[in-house]
Each structure stands twice: as C-alpha cells, then as structure tokens.
C-alpha cells in the first residue's frame, strides 16, 4: 500500500462517491455529433468484409438540429433548432432547409465538397501480409477509404417517401412491424447536391442509412447476404477491368437498391440454398436490364432514378458486355472459392483489457444509438454510467483522483506556511502522479467470436461483456481474462499471456474460421501492445499541470509535455494513440476545482460559466458540469506557456496565439477545436510570460 494514500485530511467527504463521480466526468461526453456508420463496412458478415475489403462510410449525424416540414408540431425542447424542409425547384430526393428566409448552405466544417475522403492506410511491413494470409485481395491494396458526410436528422418520414409505407408486398417482405420499425426511425438529410448541380451548396439529399442497416441486418437471410456479397464480389472485378472507380460509374449503392427490390420481388424459393448460382445470375440480368433502360428506381423513393445523374452521352456497353459475361460457371467459380459466414463456427479471442474499455467508450459516446422508444441522450448516459462504475475501468485513476485532491489542498496554502506540511503534500502529490503514469498489465478478456457477425453485431457482444456485472466462467459466451482491482491498495493481477493463449486459447488451422481467429489473435496481441496505460495522456496531462500550476516548475513541465508528445507519436502504435487514446478520457475544467488551473483559464471558465448561468436553467448547481478539453490539447498549452517563460522555441505540437482569428468551431471535431478555441484565447490574454520568471 502507499503510504501517502492517507495523507490528506479527507475527513467529512464520502471519498468513494466523490471518486465515481469524478470517474463519470471523466466518461461523459456532450457532443453534438453522433456517428452512423453505414455501408457494407458494417452491415455485412466480418467474413465478407475481409474476403472483399470495402471503404467505410460514416454520417456525421448532428444532434443539435432537426428538419421537418413547415406543417410539422415540434416539441417545445427542439423548438430552437429546428429548420424548414423546402423542396422547390428540387429534384426529388434532394431538398433545401431553410433557416427563415435564408437556405442553409455547405455545413458547419471545413473542407473542400460535400463530403470528406480519408485515407486509412494499411502498414506494408506488417498488418497488410497477416491480412494477405486471409484473403488474397488485401496484399493488392495499401489503403482504405473512409467516407464521411455531415447529416440532420429528419424525424418525420419524408411525404415523398411515402408510398413506400402502403406499398402492396406480394411475398410479405419486409413485414409490417419492420415497416413501421423503419418508419418511426425517420431518415437524414446529408449535405449532397444532385449530380446535374454539384455546386448548388444549398441542396441536401435524403438519406434511408439507417433504414438500409434495419432491414439488412432484421431480415435478410444468410443466403441473402451471400448473394449480395457475391455481387459485391463480381462488381468489383469489373471495375477492375474498367480501369478502376474512376473509369467506370457502377457503385455498390446500385447492387444494393437491386437487391433491396428482389428481396420484395422475389419468393422465398428464389433465396434458398440451392439456388444461389441460378439466382445470382438472374440478378445480374436484372441489373443489365435497369443499365439499358438507364433507370434504377430509389427503393425508397421510386420515382427517384439514381441513375439520371449520368451525362447523357455516357458510355455504358462496356460495363454492360463485362457483367454479359458471367455465366452460371463463372459464378459457381466463385462460389467455390468464396466461404459461407453462416458455415463456419464460434470461435474465441482474447482482447487486452487496456483496449476494451477505450474501444466501448468512444463507440457509446459517438454511435448514433437512437431505439424510436429510447432517447439517444438517455440511452448514452446509461451506457457511460456503465462503463465508469465497472470494476475494469481504469484503477491508476484513483492515483490521479488522490493526487488532484492533494493539489487541492496545497493551493489553499500559502506558500510560507507551515512548510513541513507543504512539503510532505508536494512529494505525496508527485509520488502519486508518477504512479498514474507507471504501465499496469491488466489482463485481457476473453470473447466469442462468429465471422458471421456484422460489426454492429460485434459491437453488441462486446457491450454485453462491459455490462456484464459478475465473474463468467470460460465456458460461457464472455469470459474475463483476469480481474483488475477496484482500488490503487491492492496489486494489479498481472497473467502469463503466452501460458494464458496456451491453456485457453487452442486454435487448430484444420478450419478457416479457426486460421483466421489465429490471425486476428496476432495482431490483438502484439500488433496492439502499447507502450502505455490507456490513460496515460489525461493523467500527464493534469501531472504536467501540477508543475507548471502549483510548483511553478516550468522546466519540468515542459520535459514532461515533451515525454508525452513522443508517445502520441510512437511510429510502433499504428496511430491507436491518435484514434483511441489522445481523447479517449478528457481534462475537465470544474469551477469547484478552479484552484488547479492558472489565472488565465480560471478567466475563461468563468465567461462560460456566466454564459452558461443566463443560457441555462442548472436544476443542480452542485453537479460538476464539466468543459471537457482534450488532454493532449491541454499538455499542448501547458508546453507553449512554459516555452514562452522559458525562451524557448514552440515546436509544432504547440500553440501560436497569434492565429487566434483563424480559430473555428468545427461541429464535426467539437471537442477538439473547441479545446483549441479555449486555449488559444487563454494564451491570447497572457501578458509576457518571460516576466514571470
């Protein structure tokens, strides 16, 4: 046990219920934007995605804003944020919103169209030839693209989209209570002009993502699936042949609106087993017919062709004569060659514990969650509150916790004050922040595994297991690896990983799925060994801060923002550090604990407590209503104050106060800018800090 553990005074204060409120902070999030991933990236078997690998699309789905009609009641709580769905002089699909009189335009974010392409590269040296021993496709790429587009939600399902609510279904698909599931979930608005008008900013298209997800994943078949997989498959290749995406103007949206039409079309016969090859190439007929007569209905919105935003003088034969030429015998080639999701088995893998809980927080505080019954914000708070009273989260917390509470109590002394006790709180303090930083091993858990599963599927599993409340032996679903402790007093159990992989993680390379769970296993477990604790960066953040802040250290300060800025970019993490760990917990400014911070961010606080005083109606003021600041942001501040006392030269991880103009908010990356925008005007309203010194 540590001995400084006691050394605070903390009579009077329920210290475990102050530690889990402080933990809950730390996990909450109020971001406007939620993520709906979307695209065969997620809606199809993790089988499928790694035998054709296909880009991931994500909508940015603002929370803060919906659309209606003009008709529409809105509850008195949306009342401020909502804008006007005008379709004059638009193309059906697509819409203006108007804000007034005024149309809203290209969006809140900075970048050039109307969506944003990223490139997710695939390390060469090792992740892409493990791949490679999957599926041969994976050794022919070296990235892969992330789409992403900013979109509102249209609660009410739109009038143009009506029809497909009364539509006569022949062979019962979807059933009612799906239709009505789909409909009560309403649809977006993505920032997408029509193609015939790519620089009207002003136009939105509608969006049935969600809708898409509800029905592939609620009641397509496994065979359904397949077929669909199949097509993705064949398409593929033809636009290899074409040249690539660029040559050719087949999507994968196409095979999709095909397909989603014959699963309403088509009996169920059509679908079984045996008749795979023969389906599929009816399908491809299908599809050859809609290409010549240049109209694929929207499947929500059938008087909508997605295809009439093709020039007129498009050249379409040579797609047409390459889809022509597979036969049934090319298409049983491929069969043969490509597996079925649902004839494989359950398998396990073990994920490191340091990963899991990183990995569900930003998935619950970022994934659009909406049920129809369940509010969104509801749903968010229940799953943080989870995570944060869970056994697993993170026990060096409570080092920090401890070490802030010394902070506390050292900046109520002044500084020629009984300097025994000053002194005694200092090396407390700092023997307490070295500890939050020190690298525990806390096991690994231990999860089912079904390559049939879609990502949201696994996602799903992986939530059961953070919900999971007591101990599971291994011969259920979820089974824990090694328990991590509640508390800092008691050691870390710390399990033979290899001598783990051995006794309970046999795989046999007799099978498919078991040689790629092995493959998976590899790279959960070395590719994805961290230097570093999972919050290393908010507990540097607030160490660096007690130097800079309560001891006025500023050299320490400075080497310890330097020691944190190499590990966020340590070239062995594969960039897990910038995704999940540099904002995986935040730095809170709290007004009760306005001690810790310097002058300057004790004045910014308190505009936007001001603000927030005469803009809300706080029913609980002695709640902690955090303004979260990313931690990395923080340790980026904290190094540019003690660069500027110190005369030394900013390196690019810090601040340029001069740029305060170009300071945006940017909705998509909130927390983020905003951060930016808070910290920069601190740094703006400092005088000369070399003064200090």
Request: charged share 20%; net charge neutral; glycine share 4%.
């Amino acid at each position: 046990m540590h001995k400084t553990m006691t050394s605070v005074d903390l009579k009077g204060c329920d210290f475990a219920k102050d530690y889990f409120e402080f933990r809950k902070v730390l996990s909450s999030r109020d971001e406007p934007i939620r993520h709906l991933p979307c695209g065969s990236f997620f809606e199809l078997p993790l089988l499928y995605v790694l035998s054709n690998p296909t880009d991931m699309d994500i909508m940015y789905c603002d929370t803060t804003i919906w659309a209606v009609f003009d008709h529409i009641n809105v509850p008195a709580r949306h009342a401020r944020n909502v804008l006007t769905i005008d379709t004059t002089d638009c193309h059906i699909g697509f819409v203006r919103l108007r804000n007034g009189e005024e149309y809203l335009n290209n969006p809140y974010y900075d970048h050039k169209g109307a969506a944003e392409v990223a490139k997710l590269p695939i390390p060469i040296t090792y992740v892409r030839p493990v791949l490679g021993m999957i599926y041969h496709r994976w050794l022919d790429i070296d990235t892969l693209t992330k789409d992403t587009v900013y979109a509102l939600r249209c609660p009410i399902w739109p009038q143009d989209a009506s029809e497909w609510i009364t539509r006569k279904r022949l062979n019962g698909w979807p059933t009612k209570n799906i239709v009505e599931e789909v409909v009560k979930g309403g649809c977006h608005l993505v920032s997408k002009p029509h193609g015939k008008n790519p620089n009207d900013d002003t136009q939105w298209r509608y969006s049935f993502s969600q809708a898409e997800t509800i029905l592939i994943h609620n009641t397509w078949t496994h065979v359904q699936k397949y077929i669909y997989h199949l097509l993705r498959i064949i398409k593929g290749e033809i636009v290899r042949k074409c040249g690539g995406k660029d040559k050719t103007f087949i999507s994968n949206y196409y095979i999709k609106t095909l397909m989603l039409w014959k699963c309403e079309e088509k009996p169920s016969a059509f679908w079984e087993e045996r008749n795979i090859v023969t389906s599929t190439r009816e399908l491809l007929l299908g599809f050859i017919e809609k290409l010549i007569e240049r109209n694929i209905p929207h499947y929500f919105m059938p008087a909508n062709n997605i295809m009439d935003d093709l020039p007129c003088n498009a050249d379409i034969d040579n797609e047409i004569n390459l889809i022509c030429s597979y036969g049934e015998g090319d298409i049983l080639e491929i069969v043969k060659k490509e597996p079925k999701a649902y004839q494989v088995d359950n398998g396990f893998i073990v994920i490191p514990n340091y990963i899991l809980y990183p990995l569900m927080s930003k998935f619950s505080y970022n994934l659009y969650l909406s049920k129809n019954n369940v509010d969104d914000r509801q749903m968010q708070e229940s799953r943080i509150l989870t995570i944060s009273s869970s056994n697993y989260f993170f026990p060096e917390l409570e080092y920090l916790y401890r070490g802030i509470l010394i902070h506390l109590q050292l900046s109520k002394l002044n500084k020629d004050e009984n300097p025994k006790r000053r002194e005694k709180f200092i090396t407390s303090a700092e023997g307490l922040f070295d500890l939050s930083i020190q690298k525990l091993d806390y096991g690994f858990t231990r999860i089912r595994l079904h390559l049939g599963w879609s990502a949201s599927e696994i996602y799903q599993q992986l939530w059961s297991l953070c919900e999971s409340k007591q101990d599971q032996n291994r011969n259920t679903a979820l089974c824990s690896g090694s328990r991590v402790p509640m508390t800092v007093c008691t050691s870390c159990y710390v399990r033979d990983k290899d001598d783990y992989l051995c006794s309970c993680c046999s795989f046999s390379q007799s099978r498919m799925e078991t040689r790629n769970l092995t493959i998976f296993q590899t790279i959960m477990l070395n590719l994805l060994t961290l230097p570093v604790n999972s919050t290393y960066f908010v507990c540097s953040a607030y160490r660096a801060n007690f130097f800079c802040n309560a001891l006025c250290n500023y050299r320490k300060a400075f080497d310890l923002c330097l020691e944190a800025h190499k590990q966020l970019t340590n070239p062995s993490d594969i960039g897990l550090h910038e995704y999940l760990f540099a904002e995986f917990l935040p730095f809170p400014l709290i007004n009760e604990w306005y001690a810790l911070y310097d002058i300057y961010i004790q004045i910014i606080l308190g505009f936007l407590t001001l603000h927030g005083t005469i803009t809300i109606s706080l029913t609980d003021t002695k709640r902690m209503s955090p303004v979260n600041i990313c931690s990395v942001q923080y340790l980026n501040y904290i190094y540019t104050r003690c660069c500027r006392i110190l005369n030394e030269p900013v390196k690019n991880f810090g601040f340029d106060c001069k740029r305060l103009w170009q300071t945006k908010i940017n909705i998509v990356r909130h927390e983020s800018t905003f951060s930016k925008a808070i910290l920069r005007t601190a740094l703006y309203i400092t005088p000369d800090l070399s003064a200090v010194v």
